[in-house]
Nanobody, 114 residues
Framework: VQLQASGGGLVQPGGSLRLSCAAS????????VGWYRQAPGKQRELVAM???????NYSDSVKGRFTISRDTARKTQYLQMNSLKPEDTAVYYC?????????WGKGTLVTVSS
């Protein structure tokens, strides 16, 4: 299984970005999907996830601003990020749980700065 993430970049505070992450390879069942981020000097943290029962969870810091979604047919997940703040600056990682195994994307850098 390979994951390809895209959509990161530089954006001004208050702006928006949309991250995408597509999975390819031998995939029988996508159990869950999610996005995590790691800011410089900090631990990786959960941003948003969709569980195997389609429950959606967000970290408190992004609730109301970020939206996670998935396209099962395209084996792709998305993270729509609105009202971005400087503290959202981090490397964002996508994760797929496929056939009960976790797979991580390589990370895409999001920089929020004026």
């Amino acid at each position: 299984v390979q994951l390809q993430a895209s959509g990161g970049g530089l954006v001004q505070p208050g702006g928006s970005l949309r991250l995408s992450c597509a999975a390819s390879g031998i995939i029988f069942t996508i159990n869950a999907v999610g996005w995590y981020r790691q800011a410089p000097g900090k631990q990786r943290e959960l941003v948003a996830m969709i569980t195997s029962s389609n429950n959606i969870n967000y970290s408190d810091s992004v609730k109301g601003r970020f939206t996670i979604s998935r396209d099962t047919a395209r084996k792709t997940q998305y993270l729509q990020m609105n009202s971005l703040k400087p503290e959202d600056t981090a490397v964002y990682y996508c994760k797929f749980t496929i056939n009960r195994i976790d797979y991580w994307g390589k990370g895409t850098l999001v920089t929020v700065s004026s």
